[in-house]
């Protein structure tokens, strides 16, 4: 659904960036790693003190080396797949940090076991929906498809649970996360449903 904004993103917000760093010489891998790095470290010291919207913050500052570290290695003619590799396995350390947070957040400062329950089931499907497409691609499927990708999570999670600590209305959190619980679930089901229908298909062709 964000994808569309991308390529502004890369084009126009983050060129000056990702030109410096060229420069600089500092490889593509480094700008994943930090990035990992930030927003694990902002998910998991920041929420589990009730630190809502400053973990926000911190975590925004390094969730755009996600954009960055794809165009630098764009521009700087890489041609190995390690670098995409690298930033799909981190990725996934990253989102598990991010829900992670938000669920210690619900068990040491709201005490809340519903929201807590939520924020593990976010964790475990986002997992599974990234991994549902790469099992697909290795058997030469099409799984990209889905309402809840990656940069939706985080937009639908960041945003409002900035607003709920700022504004002082938790139920923007917590509304985040029932939407959340349902879209990675049904994400989950669409990529399944979807490799189902063109396994078959290509049984049928055989």
């Known amino acids: 659904m964000l994808d569309r904004f991308k390529q502004f993103w890369q084009g126009v917000m983050l060129a000056p960036f990702i030109n410096l760093f060229l420069r600089l010489g500092i490889s593509p891998d480094v700008v994943t790693l930090v990035g990992t790095l930030g927003v694990s470290a902002g998910a998991l010291i920041f929420f589990p003190?009730?630190?809502?919207w400053q973990?926000?913050?911190?975590?925004?500052?390094?969730?755009?080396?996600?954009?960055?570290?794809?165009?630098?290695?764009?521009?700087?003619?890489?041609?190995?797949?390690?670098?995409?590799?690298?930033?799909?396995t981190l990725d996934r350390i990253a989102d598990g940090a991010l829900f992670?947070?938000?669920?210690?957040?619900?068990?040491?400062?709201?005490?809340?076991?519903?929201?807590?329950?939520?924020?593990?089931?976010?964790?475990?499907m986002g997992a599974v929906t990234s991994y549902a497409r790469a099992k697909a691609d290795v058997l030469g499927y099409d799984a990209k498809v889905g309402i809840?990708?990656?940069?939706?999570?985080?937009?639908?999670?960041?945003?409002?649970t900035f607003f709920a600590d700022v504004l002082d209305l938790?139920?923007?959190?917590?509304?985040?996360?029932?939407?959340?619980?349902?879209?990675?679930?049904?994400?989950?089901?669409?990529?399944?449903?979807t490799v189902r229908r063109q396994a078959l298909a290509r049984a049928t062709a055989a």
């Open 49 to 52: 003190q009730g630190m809502l």
């Open 55 to 88: 973990g926000v913050l911190f975590i925004t500052a390094f969730v755009f080396s996600d954009l960055i570290d794809g165009a630098m290695a764009r521009k700087a003619g890489r041609t190995d797949d390690f670098g995409a590799f690298l930033d799909s």
């Open 100 to 124: 992670a947070g938000a669920a210690l957040y619900f068990a040491w400062v709201a005490d809340d076991r519903l929201y807590l329950v939520l924020s593990l089931v976010i964790l475990v």
């Open 148 to 160: 809840a990708e990656r940069p939706d999570r985080l937009v639908g999670f960041l945003v409002p």
């Open 170 to 193: 938790p139920i923007l959190m917590e509304v985040s996360l029932w939407a959340l619980a349902v879209a990675a679930t049904v994400t989950v089901g669409q990529r399944i449903w």
